[in-house]
Every structure is written in structure tokens, then in C-alpha cells.
């Protein structure tokens, strides 16, 4: 067969395998490709000199004879070379971590070998002398049909079994997974090996699929064993943080309690106190005394009962245990803080862990600017405010400024007024955000106050 | 002449309510009019929508047996008259009402409990309307109106430094003197729309010429008066020279 009719099968199947390839990844890593609407063009580019890179070197290879070495070390290095492809292809579509990029290279090799050595199975003999018309039929039918139909087949398992939420949690977790890794990334070796192994027993027939299968079943069980380890951590992890928000949330409750008390207390002294100024007629004084009651009771109990009824309407848990953790920090420096949760708040398209930290750093900045800055006009006061509506969700925090300094200068990268993680947090406050295309963010200096903003289109 | 509306559901308080604005105007003069006071929101809707014009509200946040609240029926007028100005009178001190000035630009809220503190707190009001109305008249500034969602913003064009393209496309980046703001978009419109004081000056770059404090041309940056910096591209900096 010619070089260019070669090159030319090659494309057609790799285009195949590169679009199997973008769909199982999508199922794997959980989302579409990093901004895929906007950089749809380079994207395209992107693939289809992947492909001919990819149909080159394959051809290449095959001309020059590598792949007869001795122990298929040629095949090795080629498909080592294509996973190195297909992670920096993987790389510029998801823009993760090269690791995850890595492993999902090699867990798709791994894929595509198995549905092709699946495939394999079903032909009488294994090579193909693509110079004959019949059989380089027989191969394309192989090559294009029932690879691809197998591959299907796998695509829908992938989605049955949720392998790619196991791959996730296994991805996220933080202990060591170097040897797993290795063993992963060792897999064309290995299996090469194991398929020599195999054939040195003699054993009839063509035991490749096995040996994909093999392999492919203890990642699986890597993943899955992993996986639900850290799922399981996830939950106690979850399980605390409703705990302390449940402590945190009885003892306000006891707070109020103890006010309770106390004003009930004192409401008995000024009850018997009003009853004899008005047995004296004294109606100046009583008015003025219902007056004071009235306020004194909104002043000192309101609060905490208000407080306690806006964090009632928050149902997710994680951004209610933050509100609670950050209100503590804010108690302990004496910073006042108002909540205000007018309709229940319990989704939002923002991921939970993004939302969270960048709530974060928004209070974080406004705790800041108001810290140590007790007994100064305005009080240190941070209003937050959280309000759903039916197309969008604003979260908004106000904290008075107390000195002129140039507004954009707090908003901007890497400035610090205070340490050096001011400006940190900002800017990875706007590189999170820059993952979205409906959250807008906004900063405003209005009557003294530095206002921000966040916003979610639903 | 403002009109005036007042939803309240309890109609002794409607009553007082009605005779103290009517004391009110009548003293002091004012150019308003009550035009109408009920119990039921969807009155009060049908007749802001029969005849929109700015006017002045003062509704009630809690309304018993009706189909909505203080907070829908405001946005309700709000969509006839966005300028208008809404109090609320709410019987509860804790009203969220942040969330009320946030979304319908309620200008106040007044407590009711005490009834002599609830009309000093509607009057309290009246003088600052018509203060703000004495004040608007005597502007002349040109604003830059830009909405983000459910919100729109009006930032005064002197203020603006410069407009910055996002990562992210079709999002662009204001950058005034007391705001950021990050909206949907296009530079070109927006440079069809300030010819006159702003410059293109880099290809992710609209620039306020009247707000340029100096040129670095070693480092091709202008520092502007705020202090932020930006860029601009070589070919921009004969026509930047001129224009400053």
C-alpha cells in the first residue's frame, strides 16, 4: 500500500478514535471542554492537526519498519507516543492538571486497545495483508465498524456504571496514589507482557482481549476502591461540618435564651416600676416607658432572632457552615455583621466548592478593610446579602471604608494593603469566575461603603 | 405633579395615612397629588399602568389575603415606572431591607408601630423626594446605562476610565472611578458610542482621553487618573498624542 493511501486510512481512523476519544472524556473529567463556544475554531484546528500528527507518525512508523522490533517495542513507543499526544490534546481542551490529563490519556488507550482487541477476536486470523483488496476489507470493516461499535458499547457502560465520578473523586484525592499511577502508566508495557506471558503457555486462540481485560479491570477496581474511600471521607467531612454548624447553631440558641432571661428580668423591676407611676397618673412616664421597652427588647433580642431566621433560609449546608464560620471570625473581632436571606436560598448554578471560596474571599476582603477599626465612625459592620430570584442569584457584601484609598486599588491583582494574601485572593477570586460564562461580578464604592457583588444567572 | 399611591391593608392606618400626606402637601406646598389609596396591590397596578408616570409609593410589605406581597407588587410597578419612588411601610423593624433597595430601589422603609414615628418617617421622605427631584433638575450629566442581569447601573461618563475586554468573550469590563463592572457587551458598539472621548487605543483597550494622567511611550502604558494602568498599541500612539 502507498504512503498516501496509507496516511489517508490512518486519518480516517484516528478521527474515529479522536472523536470516541472527546466523548469518553467528557464522560470521564464530567464537563465540556474549557470554553468550548468560544474557541470552537482553534479547538477544530487543534484536532484535526492531532489527527495528522498522529496518522504521520503511525504511517511513519509502520514504513520504516519499527513496528517489527523485537518484542513489539515499536508498538510500545508508539502508543506511549500518542498517550503523550492525547494528554497534551486533553490538556489544551480541559485546561486540568497535566496528571489528570495523563491518566485519562492512558485510561482512553486502554479503552480503544480493549475495543479493538475485542474486535480482533471475532476475525479468523490476526494480520491483515492490507495489499489485498479482500482483506484490507475485512480490516476496515474491523477498524471502522466494530471498533466503533464496541466502543459505543463501552461509552454507555462508562455512563451506567459512573466511572467517571469515581475517576473524579479518585483524581481529587490527596493521598499518595504514586504507585497506582505508575502501575497505570506502565499499561502498554505490562500488558505486552502479559500477553508474552500467556503465549508462552500456549494457550489457543487470542488472548489480547483478556489481557486488556484484565488490566482494565483492576484500574477499575483502582478507581472504584479509591474512589469510594474518598467518597466516604467527603461524607464524614460533610457529616462534621453539619455538626459544628449544629453546635454553633444551639448555642446562639442558648445565647438568646440567656437574653431572654435577663430581659425578663429586668422587664419584672420595670413592670412594678410603671405600675406605680400609673396609680400615681403618671401617663407621660408610663408612654415613655412602653416606648423603651419596645426598643430595648427589638435591640437585644431582635438581632440574634433575626440572625437566627435569615441563616434558616439558607439550605445549603456548606454556604451556611461558611456564614457560621465567618460570623465567628467576625465576633471575635468585634465586627458587627447583619444577614439577610429574604427567599429561601438552596441552588445555584455556581459549583458548591467555587461558590464557597469565593464567598469567601469576598468576606474575607470586606473582614479586612474593617478589622481593628473598633469605635471608629461607622462601626465595623459587614452587611451580607444573599437574595434568589427567579433568573438570577446576587450575592452581595457591604463593609464601610474608612480611609480614601483609590478604589480600583482594592480590586485589583495583587495589590495588599494588609499581608500578602489580599491580593492572592482576589485574584483567584476572578480566575474561578473566568470558568463561567453566567456569573458577573461587580465592585462599587457607593456613600462610603465598598460594595460587592456577585451574580448568577439561573 | 407626583402622583401619589398608598397600598395599606389595614384602613385605619390607610386613613391617617391619607390625611397626613393631604396635611402635608397642602402646608408645605408640594407638587403632588394623592392618586390613589387602596387596599388590594392589583388596584394600585391597574392604575399605575392606566397612566405611568413617575410617582411616589407608599405600600405596606405584609398584605393579608392577597394574592402578593410588598416586594412583588413593587416590582410590579417598577416595570411602569423606574424611576418612581418606593417606601415601604412595614410593621416588622427586621425587614430585609437591603434586599428591597437592592432590587427595587426602594428609596426608604418606615416602621409602624408607632404611629407618630410612622408619619415624621413619611414626612422625613417628602422632603427628601423633593430635594432629589430640585437636584436632578439642575444635572446635566451624561450617563452610561449598563445592565448585568437583573440590575442596571447608570455611571456617570466622566467617571468612566476605560472599557477592557474579558477572558471570556463577548464580556467586557468597565472601569470608573468608584466602579467595576462586568457586563455582556461589544467593544465596537461601544466605541461607536463614546467617539467622542474615548480612544481605541489597544486591541483590548477603550480609553477615556480625558482621563489620561500621562503616557509612558518607553513601556507603551498610560496611567490614568485613578491610577490604573492600561495599554496601548504602536500605530495608536500618533492619534493618542493628538487627542490628549
Known sequence: MSFWGLFCSNTFGLTISVLFMLWISMLLLGRKPYQIRERKVKIIACTILFICVWALIGTIFYKV?????????????????????????????????????????VFLEMLESFAVHIGVLFSPNMTFHLDILGERLIYYFFLYVLTPLIEIIWVLLLYKTGVGKMFRLWIERKESKKVSIIFISLYPILSEILYYMVQIGERVGNDNAVVSLLYLLIVFIIFGYAGRQEMQKKQIQTQQISMQQQNAYIESLEKLQSEMRRFRHDYKNMMSGMYLQAKEGN??????????????????????IRRLTQLGNIHMLEVKGLLLGKMEKMQQEQISCELEVLRPFDRTRLRTTDLCRCLGILIDNAIDEV??????????????????????TTFQ????????????????????T?????????????????????????????DGYFIQELKIQE | MLPIYICEDDAMILAAQKKFLEKQIMMEGYDMQIALCSRHPQE???????????GIYFLDVELKDEPMDGFMLGQQIRKFDARGFLIYVTSFPDLAFETFRYHLEALDYIVKGNSEKMLAGMYKNLAIITERMCKEQGEQKEYFTVKVLDIVRHVPVDEIMFFETSVRTHRIELHAKNDCIDFIGSMQELQEQFRE?????????????????????????ILMDNGEKCLFSKNMKGELLSRI
Not at chain 1, 283 to 302: C, H, L, R
Not at chain 1, 425 to 443: D, P, T, W
Request: with cysteine; net charge positive; glycine share 6%.
Open chain 1, 65 to 105: 519498519g519499527i513496528f517489527r522490533w523485537r518484542y513489539n517495542a515499536g508498538q510500545i513507543l508508539f502508543t506511549y507516543m500518542g498517550m503523550t499526544g492525547a494528554m497534551s490534546y486533553l490538556y489544551f481542551l480541559y485546561r486540568e492538571n497535566l496528571l489528570t490529563c495523563w491518566i485519562s490519556a
Open chain 1, 283 to 304: 401617663m407621660e412616664a408610663v408612654q415613655n416607658f412602653i416606648q423603651d421597652m419596645t426598643s430595648d427588647f427589638d435591640y437585644q433580642v431582635g438581632e440574634q
Open chain 1, 397 to 416: 457584601v457591604r463593609n464601610p471604608l474608612y480611609s480614601n484609598i483609590d478604589f480600583h486599588k482594592i480590586w485589583q491583582q495583587g495589590y495588599s
Open chain 1, 418 to 446: 494588609r499581608g500578602a494574601d489580599r491580593g492572592i485572593g482576589l485574584a483567584s477570586y476572578k480566575s474561578i469566575l473566568e470558568h463561567y460564562e453566567n456569573v458577573f461580578s461587580l465592585a462599587t464604592i457607593r
Open chain 2, 44 to 54: 394600585i397596578i391597574e392604575a399605575v399602568a392606566a397612566d405611568p408616570k413617575r
Open chain 2, 197 to 221: 472621548h474615548f480612544l481605541r487605543v489597544h486591541r483590548s483597550y477603550l480609553v477615556n482621553v480625558n482621563k489620561i494622567q500621562e503616557l509612558d511611550l518607553k513601556h507603551r502604558e
Open chain 1, 371 to 392: 478589622q481593628g477599626k473598633k469605635g471608629k465612625k461607622p462601626k465595623p459592620q459587614i452587611h451580607i446579602m444573599i437574595s434568589s430570584q427567579e433568573e438570577c
